[in-house]
């Protein structure tokens, strides 16, 4: 079975920062995708960022220049570094992890961006 833990989230005024982390356990296969998603009330998940096990990344226009995705291989731990943050980046942000047709999802963790 595969767990995902998501931290890191919180309040933060608008122009910060945060860094949000996702830990995996588990039987993990060693080729695969991780992605940070959110969601606000209402609508749909949108995904936010993607890094593949050989570290290509890939970014929603939102927040591209903004936000970096990065991963530690060896602790099966993904993070998503999220500067000059607006109050629109307010969501509850979900890590998921997949290879093939399995995909496994997170809690999430809430993010306010807020003054």
């Known amino acids: 079975q595969v767990q995902l833990v998501e931290s890191g989230g919180g309040l933060v005024q608008p122009g910060g920062s945060l860094r949000l982390s996702c830990a995996a356990s588990?039987?993990?296969?060693?080729?695969?995708?991780m992605v940070w998603y959110r969601q606000t009330p209402g609508k749909q998940r949108e995904l936010v960022a993607t890094?593949?096990?050989?570290?290509?990344?890939n970014y929603a226009d939102s927040v591209k220049g903004r936000f970096t995705i990065s991963r530690e291989n060896a602790k099966n731990t993904v993070y998503l570094q999220m500067n000059s943050l607006k109050p629109e980046d307010t969501a509850v942000y979900y890590c998921?992890?997949?290879?093939?047709?399995?995909?496994?999802w997170g809690r999430g963790t809430q993010v306010t961006v807020s003054s």
């Open positions: 588990g039987n993990i296969f060693s080729i695969n995708v």
């Open positions: 890094i593949t096990s050989a570290g290509s990344t």
């Open positions: 998921n992890l997949r290879w093939g047709p399995r995909a496994y």
